[in-house]
């Protein structure tokens, strides 16, 4: 699909060299998708801080200073100092740190689970695959925050249980993608071929179902960075995410919010939940609309 | 009909941003505080914090915790009592000619059958009569009480809001008893939840659960008539929007706030600030057992059953950058657990921050490099609005400096009690509030191995034990408070209880606002309050 | 399907081993072994977890979620009261995304690329992207206490009392009280958390009736009925819009029934007595029954809309009867 929209451009191709023609049409891809690209590089700016957050940071994010607690934003701390004088810009660009891979891996794990267990249910169907749908179905029933509060308050305050909360919270979404796409495919006729001839399930599923399906998989698992960021975030300001002294968004965010007379404690780490699930709307969008032109 | 619909939907978009034009009646007073803790408001049943402001300004006690002096109980609808030479009887003479709201006269049968329902209900601040073995009623106008044994504290006991005193026929109508199988048959709560039946400054008329509870004026009040017709308590979650509201003028009063606030509020003329001394008390607990009290349980990997590693962390904590950098100085501490003003405490033999010697007494220990795998324990909470989790933070920060490696583990207050009650927490920060104003609501609880957050923490000392014996029981003041200062020394060397937090309780409020007088046991006397300049 | 989620719940809730009874008694009276006696077998505490289990499968089936731990009420009666505030806030938001949503959505749908389209749309995804426990604050700090254009937190003003309960929606109340003051600030009230919590349904409705508006408008009949000389905005209004409405009414369907979930951060900002916050109370304490019965609750009314958006989808559309 991509490929077309690609080679479609007219190419000088005599007197461009080889990279330049590669340079050219991403100029071409960004002027069409200009929404996916931004999304790319609002992501990829902070997938640049998660990985240099020990040379951007200015401070150790833990170090405390009574000296110099909250002190407005200034050359010296851009975004001012928290309640223990630490470094706010310090602990925003650490908090990415958690945040960010902490998503990914959720989306990861989801999208694995959630696809496999779908395209189990789609080729076996029966029992078994009526159960994976009908534990997605219960799943699915609840809007997320309310189930990923009751089983991280079940499970008791960490990241890694709000994490589990989160994949509990999101793969059934994949799962009834998948199913869908193997319920769609398996209805081909190549595809009963390749079936009557004793072609492995497994086969089929690497051959046929997967280029098919990871189309609306990729779209929805761009938007879900972003929702999972916002979902673990608002268990930490609730206190049901991560531990203290750990500069997290929401933890942030909400031992901030009675200082409003000190408004940068609570505004930067709300900026950065911000920008990341923004950037991840768009970069869904964006890649909707370059993937599945027909919407 | 289309431009008709058109103007509607002007209109009312216009008073949905605008807002309406309110219209300013009878003078309300509006308190904002978290009323979330609120479970009943039958005083018989009631064992929170919130329903102890309301409870006063609908019932009275016989007695009463003078407000200038907090050791001293002075009289209330009891003119007076006598103790009997063995400490057993207690004799209370009501006033004369004092009647409830609902115009029936307060009797001694009243006071008899309020605590004997509080007793049959078998609820959770029944236990506050636990010490009294019968009640008898002499006459109209006086009451007999024999106590089980001696307890000196008694008079104090009897202020606490559950001992209220309830109108018995309207408790009675209302599907109240004082039976035996009370705690069956007894169907006033839902009507009490709603309603008083009391003798104060104010009745209850409707309590909405997470929003509102509302009082009015009782203008059968024995006292001076209260000046305020309606009193709404407000809940807010907050210091946020608490803070906000006040200084918008939405609100009168608020118990929320956050030290870093009150320099601002503070420099707003429309509002100041009061300050209550408070007997809270947030305190550090180390356990001195080597592992969990689970039998079998794997023993912990911290060496705090050393008592020199325990006085080695009591020596790290910064103590003043926490009350006066977190706190701003609305908090002080005492030595151990027994609150300043409380007979016997003694800031004196508190511990200070001492690096030099927390490392020495480390070395000492064997373990000159400190140490790791020491896990702190919280809950959630917010002692003088500063959470634990910074707190927490602090503490982590503080004893890194020498040589000990601290993870938090932060959990619901609930499941945190559980572990804390089941032994299996080796160290922890939680808080401690007071029922009533005597040292034994402290000693009774933090001194013997088999009850309270001394037993949770496997504390086992027998000078600690004897003391608080001792002390509980003595009669001569003197002597008492002497063998206070001692029960608290040997606290301190034991550094199993270290307190870290003593916070004054901060109202915000409008400067009309006069006549506000903060209490340790009900907070907040909306009968003392009045408006100025009206 | 409901007894599967409660079934779930319960079995996570005794493999974590919360024991309740402290939360019940207090912490104080745990010392009172006659307290603690008669709260365990008031709340049948010592009976086997199966026997506890099957007694609240029974009960459930009759309606009666138990008792919560933490208000000692029935959960029933709790959600009875919590439920109205919530229902109306995600009536309110609901309101606001489609009466923003569609027609922002048409405009830009008419005119795919415009400067109004673009703006319309990146404002929604940029008010869809807000985290609403930090927006919340920001409207509140901006619109409320710096320039107090707005209401604050709370469904009434302060000095006001609660309206006599009716419905439970502060608004209706009040008007059948005639109190217009009251219904008034009630609906001033409303205007932040509205804006807040619908503005993720509103950029959702936007999306989706654009969408379904260009693919409409590319349609042979919308061609046929433009080349008739019928006038655009006739064009739209009488052909394409009807077509839309379909793919709408499912997303208003579900977007209604995750409001109500979904207000859990805002009522939590905005003190708004509602199933959110009494949500987040029973989570943060272990709650168990009220978790189990706000949970549940949500869960049925999702189903229940789920069902009713199938039958308006079917009197929608007649095409789908046929299949």
């Known amino acids: 699909m991509s490929e077309t929209s690609l080679s479609t451009t007219p190419i000088d191709e005599n007197i461009r060299p080889r990279s330049g023609e590669w340079r050219r049409s991403l100029r071409i891809h960004v002027r069409k998708y200009p929404i996916f690209w931004i999304g790319v590089i609002i992501l990829a700016v902070w997938v640049l801080v998660v990985l240099f957050a020990p040379q951007i940071a200015p401070y150790d994010p833990l170090e405390q200073s009574l000296s110099d607690r909250l002190e407005p934003p200034s050359a010296l701390h851009p975004f001012g100092t928290d309640e223990l004088g630490r470094d706010i810009f310090s602990r925003v660009v650490y908090g990415a740190q958690i945040s960010l891979p902490t998503s990914f891996i959720v989306v990861i794990v989801s999208v694995l689970v959630g696809s496999a267990l779908g395209a189990v249910s789609g080729f076996m169907g029966g029992f078994v695959g009526g159960v994976i749908m009908r534990v997605a179905d219960v799943t699915l029933a609840f809007p997320s925050i309310v189930l990923a509060l009751a089983i991280s308050a079940f499970l008791g305050p960490s990241l890694t249980n709000a994490a589990i909360a989160a994949c509990i919270v999101v793969w059934p979404s994949y799962a009834r993608l998948m199913r869908s796409q193997v319920m769609v495919v398996r209805s081909f006729d190549y595809v009963t071929a390749a079936r009557s001839i004793g072609a492995p399930e497994g086969q089929i599923l690497v051959r046929h179902v997967l280029p098919n399906s990871w189309t609306p998989i990729i779209v929805t698992a761009a938007l879900d960075v972003g929702n999972i960021i916002l979902l673990v975030s608002a268990l930490s300001f609730l206190g049901l995410g991560v531990a203290p002294p750990t500069p997290e968004w929401g933890a942030m965010i909400s031992l901030g919010r009675t200082k409003f007379y000190q408004w940068w404690l609570a505004t930067f780490p709300g900026l950065a939940i911000l920008t990341v699930i923004f950037g991840s709307n768009l970069l869904s969008e964006g890649l909707r609309e370059w993937l599945d032109p027909t919407i | 009909m289309k431009k008709f619909s058109a103007l509607l939907v002007i209109l009312l978009v216009a008073t949905i941003i605008t807002g309406p034009a309110c219209a300013q009646e009878e003078d309300v007073l509006i308190f904002a505080t978290g009323t979330d803790d609120l479970i009943t408001l039958d005083p018989g049943w009631a064992y929170e914090s919130t329903n102890l402001t309301i409870h006063h300004a609908a019932y009275d006690t016989l007695l009463n915790v003078s407000t200038d002096d907090l050791s001293k109980i002075v009289p209330n609808i009891a003119k007076g009592y006598e103790m009997s030479e063995d400490g057993l009887v207690y004799t209370f003479t009501l006033r004369e000619g004092l009647e409830f709201a609902s115009g029936n006269p307060i009797t001694a049968e009243d006071v008899r059958f309020s605590w004997t329902r509080l007793i049959n209900l078998k609820g959770n601040p029944s236990f506050y009569a636990d010490p009294i073995a019968a009640i008898e009623v002499v006459d109209d106008l006086t009451v007999e009480v024999t106590l089980k044994e001696p307890f000196p504290a008694f008079p104090a006991v009897t202020t606490t809001p559950a001992m209220s005193i309830l109108d018995s026929a309207v408790v009675i109508e209302h599907g109240g008893t004082d039976a035996e199988d009370a705690a069956e048959t007894d169907t006033a709560k839902d009507w009490l939840d709603q309603n008083s039946a009391g003798s104060g400054p104010f009745i209850l008329t409707g309590w909405v659960p997470n929003a509102e509870v509302t009082l009015v004026r009782n203008d059968n009040y024995w006292g001076k008539p209260p000046a305020f017709a309606r009193v709404i308590i407000r809940d807010v979650n907050d210091a946020n929007t608490a803070l906000q509201q006040l200084e918008r003028g939405d609100i009168d009063i608020t118990d929320f706030t956050d030290p870093d606030l009150i320099a601002q509020i503070l420099a707003n003329p429309d509002l100041e600030v009061a300050i209550g001394q ?180 496997q504390l086992d000392s027998e000078t600690i034990a004897d003391l608080a014996t001792q002390a509980a029981f003595e009669t001569d003041p003197d002597t008492r408070t002497e063998l206070y200062t001692q029960y608290q020394n040997a606290h301190v060397d034991e550094a199993v209880f270290v307190p870290v937090i003593q916070a004054q309780s901060v109202y915000a409020m409008r400067t009309e606002i006069t006549g506000f007088a903060y209490n340790p046991v009900y907070f907040i006397d909306f009968y003392s309050i009045t408006r100025a300049g009206e | 399907m409901l007894l599967g989620i409660s079934l779930g719940l319960f079995v996570i809730y005794n493999i974590v081993q919360v024991d309740p009874l ?46 919560s731990f933490l208000t000692r009420r029935p959960v029933t009666e709790d959600l009875a009261l919590y439920l109205p505030a919530t229902v109306e806030l995600a009536i309110t938001s609901l309101l606001f995304a489609t009466l923003v949503g569609i027609p922002l959505g048409i405009v830009g749908g008419i005119r795919p690329g415009s400067l109004l389209d673009r703006l319309a749309w990146s404002l929604s995804l940029l008010l869809a992207s807000l985290p609403p426990f930090w927006s919340g604050l920001v409207v509140l700090f901006v619109f409320y206490y710096h320039l107090g254009v707005a209401p604050g937190p709370g469904r009434l003003d302060p000095r006001m009392t609660s309206p006599p309960q009716v419905t439970g929606l502060f608004t209706l109340d009040a008007l059948l009280a005639g109190d217009t003051a009251a219904c008034a600030s009630a609906l001033h009230h409303l205007m932040l958390p509205t804006v807040i919590l619908g503005g993720f349904t509103m950029a959702l409705v936007l999306r989706v009736t654009r969408a379904s508006i260009i693919e409409e408008m590319r349609k042979e009949y919308i061609r046929t009925a433009r080349s008739k000389g019928l006038s655009e905005r006739a064009v739209v209004v009488q052909h394409a819009l009807r077509n839309v409405l379909i793919p709408l009414v499912t997303i208003l369907g579900l977007a209604f029934a995750g409001l109500l979930g979904g207000a859990v951060m805002t009522e939590t900002i905005f003190d708004w007595p509602g199933l959110g916050q009494y949500l987040v109370r029973a989570s943060s304490n272990l709650d168990y029954p009220a978790i189990q019965g706000g949970t549940l609750l949500i869960a049925a009314i999702y189903i229940l809309v789920n069902m009713t958006v199938d039958i308006l989808y079917g009197i929608l559309d007649p095409r789908v009867r046929h299949e």
């Not at chain 2, 601290?406 to 299996?424: D, G, I, K, M, W």
């Open chain 3, 22 to 67: 402290v939360m019940i008694v207090g912490e104080r009276a745990m010392n009172n072994p006659q307290i603690v006696e008669a709260a365990i077998e008031k709340w049948g505490l010592d009976r086997p977890i199966w026997e506890q289990y099957l007694t609240y499968v029974t009960n459930l089936v009759r309606g009666d979620f138990g008792r």
């Open chain 2, 278 to 457: 408070s007997l809270n008390l947030n305190y550090l607990a180390m356990s001195p057992a080597p592992s969990p009290g689970a039998e079998g349980s794997e023993p912990w990997i911290a060496p705090l059953w050393e008592k020199k590693v325990r006085q080695a962390i009591a020596y790290s904590i910064d103590y003043t950058g926490i009350l006066d950098g977190l706190l701003q100085g609305y908090a002080d501490r005492p030595a151990a657990m027994l609150p300043l003003g409380v007979q016997g405490s003694d800031p004196s033999a508190r511990y200070e921050r001492d690096v030099e010697k927390a490392k020495a007494l480390l070395a000492e220990a064997g373990y000159p490099d400190g140490f790791g795998g020491l896990v702190l324990s919280i809950g959630t909470g917010a002692p003088g609005g500063v959470p634990n989790e910074t707190i927490a933070a602090k503490i982590v920060a503080d004893l890194a400096e020498v040589g000990i490696q601290v993870t938090v583990e932060q959990q619901p207050t609930s499941n945190f009690l559980t572990a804390y009650r089941a032994q299996e927490l080796q160290f922890l920060f939680a808080g401690w509030t007071p029922d009533y104003l005597d040292a034994t609501m402290w000693s009774d609880y933090f001194s013997y191995p088999d009850a309270g957050p001394a037993y949770r923490i």
